[in-house]
């Protein structure tokens, strides 16, 4: 991987390096829609012939391609809008900058979104943090996505696609959701990300921490120097603070035995749940979020009280705890802290460098 990153950092034309997102789901059929749509092979290369309409639908018929009902000339078709590429594509539902390649992914087709890292950038911090935050929250946001789709994209070179497009990697959700602050919070910082020795560092981030970020080891099992826990200020927002009641029902999906009562383990350093007893089950509390639901059971910084007819979980934060907290680098920002600043308390040990301008 350091090899790679020195071929990226002498090539001069890493500044038009492209990501290739997956676009929602492997499906069976994928509609795209766009005025002047060419098509072609799956290459930069490649030249674009006009595709006779507007709309194309492409689907599968004995694991082979097929367009408009007939079989595709090759296993990856591309496809742009107008001569350039300049112009906008529809693909399941969701309108994005750059080509669009469909092609046969592992058992379905895949729709892989082509386009310049810092557009991609644009549409990301759209969906990952609220726009209204300080310049500089959006700006570490920025650091942050442009780093770990760098450190993705090194980790998946030459596969169909880098990333996907759901909370499973980094929320994107095309051009719908640009707006002028996070346009200028991704060009102000262009090319900048966090590396340590010299590599772009897996920057994982979440919504918020309740007032200790986990180590990396705890959150996703990643043991990285730079992922260790910090303090952060979002334990004094309310919003950090979350109550959540179960009832017998909700724990169906835990495959508990009825009448069992939920007991907390063990826990990490931080405080958060590592295990949980569900009746006579005891399971991994990652899992036991999972089953529950990522959006019911927000942490697992939880306490858990029996009520009357369940019990009642007092919690705080929203997310897996692991690097950049984003409420606590909108407390930082509002306190006059800059994005260096931000991502170095939240990634201890790493360093800022700008691979282009
Ligand atoms: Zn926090």
Redesign the pocket.
């Known amino acids: 991987m350091r090899v790679l990153l020195a071929l990226l950092l002498s090539s001069a034309a890493f500044a038009s390096e492209t990501m290739r997102i997956a676009v929602g789901p492997d499906s069976s059929k994928v509609v795209l829609e766009g005025d002047a749509l060419r098509v072609g092979a799956d290459s930069d290369e490649a030249s674009y012939e006009p595709f006779s309409a507007a709309k194309v639908t492409l689907s599968l018929a004995a694991g082979k391609l097929q367009v408009e009902g007939a079989p595709s000339p090759s296993p990856a078709l591309r496809f742009r809008s107008g001569e350039d590429g300049a112009g906008i594509i529809q693909v399941n539902g969701v309108r994005v900058r750059g080509d669009v390649v469909v092609l046969f992914g592992k058992t379905q087709l895949a729709a892989v979104n082509v386009l310049p890292l810092e557009d991609y950038l644009v549409g990301v911090l759209g969906s990952e943090m609220p726009k209204s935050f300080p310049p500089e929250a959006l700006k570490a946001q920025a650091v942050a996505a442009r780093t770990y789709a760098l450190n993705k994209k090194l980790e998946q070179y030459g596969q169909p696609y880098h990333l996907g497009s759901s909370v499973i990697s980094q929320v994107y959700k095309g051009l719908d959701v640009e707006d002028p602050r996070t346009r200028e919070a991704v060009e102000s910082t262009r090319g900048q990300v966090m590396t340590f020795q010299l590599q772009p560092i897996e920057a994982y981030f979440h919504a ?6 986990e180590t990396g080891l705890d959150a996703l099992g990643r043991d990285l120097p730079y992922l260790q826990a910090v303090d ?4 004094r927002l309310a919003t ?1 603070h979350w109550t959540l009641n179960l009832k017998p029902a909700d724990l169906k999906p835990l495959g508990a035995a009825k009448g069992g009562a939920i007991k907390v383990q063990g826990r990490s350093s931080t405080g958060r749940a590592r295990r949980v007893e569900v009746g006579t089950r005891s399971m991994d509390a990652v899992t036991f979020r999972e089953r529950i639901g990522y959006m019911k059971l927000k942490s697992l910084n939880f306490e858990i009280e029996k009520s009357r007819d369940g019990w009642t979980l007092e919690g705080s ?1 929203f997310g897996h705890g692991a690097g950049m ?4 680098a909108r ?1 930082y920002a509002e306190k006059g802290w800059d994005y260096r600043k931000i991502l170095q308390h939240y990634y201890p040990g790493t360093e800022l460098q700008t691979l282009y301008e």
Do not use: A, D, H, L
Request: with cysteine; aromatic share 6%.
């Open positions: 918020s921490c309740g007032g200790r970020t952060c200020p979002c334990g950090s934060g907290c984003q409420w606590g407390v």
